[in-house]
């Protein structure tokens, strides 16, 4: 099986040349039948990749960097604090967001496609009183 991957952030950071990669990677690497033309037009990536969809992502990072680091799962991928509605269970939702951090961070690295990837089980990390409820 071939597998190309990408992230988010490098298709808006560049999506000219990150649709372009996906392209040659996928004709030579997983041997797909190369379109017609051997360059992408750029009318065709901006049509396909829409900034205005990316849900303030500038703004919400920005703000994010004023918030306490939780975990650093290194290459830049950081779990910052966050704000949350008066919890009685804090410390599970917490429990639950470096879980989910973690397999994004992974997802983001390209560790979570290697085939040996142990993703988490997350019966065993819910709170008790969730896994009563089963």
């Not at 994004?104 to 142990?118: R, V």
């Not at 988490?120 to 709170?127: E, G, K, N, Q």
Request: charged share 30%.
């Amino acid at each position: 099986s071939c597998r190309v991957t990408t992230t988010n952030e490098a298709v808006f950071n560049d999506p000219m040349t990150e649709v372009q990669r996906i392209k040659n990677e996928l004709t030579e690497k997983c041997h797909v039948i190369p379109p017609p033309t051997q360059q992408i037009s750029e009318e065709l990536v901006d049509e396909f990749v829409d900034p205005k969809l990316q849900h303030k992502g500038k703004e919400r990072k920005s703000g994010a960097d004023n918030l306490a680091s939780l975990k650093d799962f290194g290459n830049g991928c950081v779990a910052r604090d966050f704000l949350s509605e008066a919890s009685a269970n804090r410390t599970a939702e917490v429990d639950m967001y470096l879980i989910a951090m973690g397999v994004f961070c992974d997802l983001e690295n390209g560790k979570a496609f290697a085939s040996d990837y142990e993703w988490p089980d997350l019966v065993f990390t819910r709170p008790q009183n969730i896994v009563s409820d089963i």
